[in-house]
């Protein structure tokens, strides 16, 4: 099987399909022949991973949706299914950085906001696609990865809501790996390093800074969102058959200290 076959004849849904991490992962699953489901509330971003995809030879299609309105991510969920007939392969990748303060003084809307985007929409997208992996309306078995975080399990200063919610995201991958391997569904989580894409490079937008937090890697430099997809398609690969319920970190040592 070569890498433009690699998932030929699969379904892939992708979360937060339009942003640095979901382009790349979409494009590469894209790229290995899977027909590709791109959910992000930012429709226009989405429309132009497609674009992308498309240019390429690919196929996808859009889905503009609120992940954290459980109705909407079920509509989409269940609308990729009957698109293409099918779900085997998905990534919740849909995140928000959130504010920055010390716990004490940290906002409670702000607090409620990071947990619903990154925890409580990963349930409400594990929910439905598990639901229709596992229904009649589409075959048996599957892969999903779920982005998570160094901040899986590290922590840093100020984001104490980012921090709770991506060790959150790697409990909820353990719980559904234990209950759907039975199923033939693997589970996992990818846990990328400091990448100067999204949320991250609006909020660090120093050119010194970002050299220092390279510096703090033994590999020397911040993750790509090309190293993300590798590590993504991985996973999900047929090669990946016996792993399930794991953190794959994708941090270039960082979290080695
Ligand atoms: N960039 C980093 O440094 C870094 C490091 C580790 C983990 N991550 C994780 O990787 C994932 C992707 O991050 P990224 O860096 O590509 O960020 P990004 O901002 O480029 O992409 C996030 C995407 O999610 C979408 N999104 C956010 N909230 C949504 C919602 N409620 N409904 C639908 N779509 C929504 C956004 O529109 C955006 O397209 C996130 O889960 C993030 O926590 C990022």
Known sequence: MTAADRFSGKTALV????????????????????QVALLDRD???????????????????VFGVDLTD???VDDAVFGTVKAYGGLHICVNNAG??????????????????????????????LQSQLRAMTSGAAPAGGAIVNIASIMSTVA?????????????????????????????IRVNAVGPSFSR???????????????????QHPLGRTATPQDVATAVTQLVSDE?????????LVDGGYTLH
């Open 15 to 34: 979360t937060g399909a339009g942003g640095g991490f979901g382009r790349a992962i979409s494009a590469r699953l894209a790229a290995g022949g899977a």
């Open 197 to 215: 894409v999204g949320f991250t490079a609006e909020k660090i937008d120093d050119d010194r800074q970002w050299e220092a937090m390279a510096a």
């Open 156 to 184: 840093m200063a100020n984001i104490s809501a980012y921090v709770a919610s991506k060790h959150a995201v790697l409990g909820l991958t353990r719980a559904a790996a234990l209950e759907y391997g039975p199923s033939g």
């Open 96 to 125: 928000i950085g959130g504010e920055m303060s010390l716990l004490a003084d940290y906002p409670l809307e702000a607090w409620r906001q990071v947990v619903d985007v990154n925890l409580n929409s990963v349930f409400y997208c």
């Open 240 to 248: 990946a058959a016996y792993i399930t319920g794991q953190l794959h």
């Open 43 to 61: 429709r226009s971003a989405a429309e132009e991973t497609a674009r992308i995809i498309e240019e390429d030879g690919g196929t996808a299609t």
């Open 70 to 72: 459980p109705d909407a």
